[in-house]
């Protein structure tokens, strides 16, 4: 069974940076297509970002040219680099594995 667990969560203020790491259980993390997803308070789930076993990368047009995700096959963890950050970036943020495996989410606020 893999586990996914996130972290790097916290409160900036607006324009400032935060890096959040999904460190995951499995061997095979190499094999594995990642995501990041986000729930802002009363709002459903979106994407973020995605990146490829071969690190292709796409991002969701709210976010893209500010957050960068990238993955680490040899920690077995990928990462989003979230920079210019909004209020509106404030939520859960998600990591998932293809195949439908979720981490426990870590909480961004971005607020003076």
């Known amino acids: 069974q893999v586990q996914l667990v996130e972290s790097g969560g916290g409160l900036v203020q607006p324009g400032g940076s935060l890096r959040l790491s999904c460190a995951a259980s499995t061997s095979i993390f190499s094999a594995y297509a990642m995501a990041w997803y986000r729930q802002a308070p009363g709002k459903q789930r979106e994407w973020v970002a995605g990146?490829?076993?071969?690190?292709?990368?796409d991002y969701a047009d709210s976010v893209k040219g500010r957050f960068t995700i990238s993955r680490d096959n040899a920690k077995k963890t990928v990462y989003l680099q979230m920079n210019s950050l909004k209020p509106e970036d404030t939520g859960i943020y998600y990591c998932?594995?293809?195949?439908?495996?979720w981490g426990q989410g870590t909480p961004v606020t971005v607020s003076s």
């Open positions: 990146i490829s076993t071969g690190s292709n990368t």
């Open positions: 998932k594995a293809a195949g439908g495996i």
